[in-house]
């Protein structure tokens, strides 16, 4: 395969992934800047938004530090020169879809270009929150769709390897952002942990990645911070969790080397990664620091980002 193509549908599969999370980042917001105000805390659960989505210094540069409702969701869904707004995402994995159409299904295809068409029916102007909740729910279905369609008729082959690995790329960042963001940014300190406004906000994080019914499967008991995060970094059952993540990015690019008789450091760095996440334990975790190690998986994830472009996209 030319690396062109291998990028294309490394990045195609990213920009899909990126696009959910955002609608998803969106989503969770409203309902928490809903809550009644004895919930409703100190913070601005709209700047979080911008956080997690890394989108707050050029939201500034843009807009100032006036970040409400309206500004937040027209930047995030709509702006074009926001690089990561939904649209944009949508724009981009389009392009590279087209760049790819042999590569790709009829089914793959259709969902990417029908989407793109559809989008440009949805405006900020004027729009209602049942109206900015269907969009919403448009962008989730859309990268369900795409999502389902690549693993349902895609063949095994270097095109999906190189997919599924830029979208738990993806994922494993969003998922780390997300926790991070809640940890040290929307609890004010007036608040206690375990108080109401923590438990909503725990809870959101999970609906954020559809994982509150999972939570109380597993768990079988109230949302607590540090099982959340057991939840979302340790449990391979959880499909957003970062080891999981690390067990089909690992899995993926092990393919792609055997494909190719060779591997390389991007197939060292996921794997130290994964038994980085394999050896590690919730209590050390909290006790050494939950923003350090997030932190520091998020430098690794970019890492490999980065050393799977050189290494394969170049």
């Given at each position: 395969m030319l690396s062109r193509t291998a990028d294309n549908l490394y990045w195609l599969s990213r920009y899909m992934e990126r696009a959910d999370c955002l609608a998803r980042i969106l989503d969770v917001t409203q309902r928490l800047a809903q809550l009644p105000a004895a919930y409703g805390g100190s913070t601005n659960e709209w700047r979080s938004a911008l956080l997690t989505a890394g989108c707050a210094d050029l939201f500034k540069q843009v807009h100032g530090e006036d970040a409400n409702e309206q500004n937040v969701i027209n930047f995030l869904a709509f702006a074009p020169e926001n690089p990561s707004s939904i649209r944009n995402c949508f724009e981009i994995a389009r392009t590279n879809a087209r760049s790819v159409r042999t590569a790709l299904t009829i089914e793959m295809w259709e969902t990417i270009n029908s989407a793109w068409l559809e989008l440009k029916r949805y405006s900020t102007k004027n729009m209602t929150r049942e109206e900015l909740a269907r969009f919403l729910s448009f962008v989730k279905e859309t990268s369900l769709r795409f999502d389902g369609?690549?693993?349902?008729?895609?063949?095994?082959?270097?095109?999906?390897?190189?997919?599924?690995?830029?979208?738990?790329?993806?994922?494993?960042?969003?998922?780390?952002?997300?926790?991070?963001?809640?940890?040290?940014?929307?609890?004010?300190?007036?608040?206690?942990?375990?108080?109401?406004?923590?438990?909503?906000?725990?809870?959101?994080?999970?609906?954020?990645?559809?994982?509150?019914?999972?939570?109380?499967?597993?768990?079988?008991?109230?949302?607590?911070?540090?099982?959340?995060?057991?939840?979302?970094?340790?449990?391979?059952?959880?499909?957003?969790?970062?080891?999981?993540?690390?067990?089909?990015?690992?899995?993926?690019?092990?393919?792609?080397?055997?494909?190719?008789?060779?591997?390389g450091g991007s197939q060292r760095i996921a794997r130290s990664t994964l038994t980085k996440l394999g050896n590690s334990r919730m209590d050390d975790i909290f006790v050494t620091g939950l923003h350090e190690f997030i932190d520091s998986f998020v430098f690794e994830n970019n890492r490999l980002g980065s050393t799977v472009t050189e290494q394969y996209l170049l």
């Open positions: 369609a690549a693993y349902r008729t895609m063949l095994r082959n270097d095109a999906f390897w190189f997919s599924r690995v830029g979208m738990y790329v993806e994922r494993a960042d969003n998922t780390a952002r997300i926790l991070d963001v809640k940890y040290h940014v929307l609890l004010p300190e007036s608040e206690h942990v375990g108080g109401p406004l923590d438990y909503f906000q725990w809870a959101s994080i999970l609906r954020s990645v559809s994982a509150l019914t999972s939570f109380h499967w597993v768990y079988r008991e109230s949302v607590k911070p540090w099982l959340v995060a057991d939840l979302l970094i340790l449990n391979a059952q959880m499909p957003r969790s970062l080891t999981s993540c690390y067990q089909n990015i690992t899995r993926y690019l092990d393919d792609i080397a055997a494909y190719y008789g060779r591997q």
